[in-house]
């Protein structure tokens, strides 16, 4: 196929595209989201890396932390804070 499609190859993408429904909102919404709690993610492990105070604390209470940072202390989020604050 190379670098670049051809146009109808292109027209004929666009065509199967619309043809399927929307996403979900509550995955719109989830993919919205996704930036900021990257972004608050890596603050917090900002602060847990320049601070052994903070990050014993956190460890100790790492839902709280993700709460408190306005973060949602899902199981997945949790457990990514976790593997990271490890590193």
Do not use: H
């Not at 499609?5 to 919404?29: C, D, H, K, N």
């Not at 105070?53 to 709460?67: F, H, I, S």
Request: glycine fraction near 4%; aromatic fraction near 2%.
């Amino acid at each position: 196929m190379g670098d670049s499609m051809r146009r109808y190859e292109i027209e004929e993408l666009a065509r199967s595209l619309a043809l399927l429904r929307p996403a979900p909102t509550g995955w719109v919404e989830a993919a919205q989201e996704l930036p900021r709690i990257r972004a608050g993610l890596d603050a917090l492990i900002a602060r847990a890396e320049q601070d052994a105070a903070v990050r014993a604390r956190m460890l100790e209470d790492l839902e709280q932390a993700l709460a408190e940072s306005n973060l949602p202390p899902t199981p997945r989020l949790v457990e990514e804070a976790r593997r990271r604050l490890a590193q």
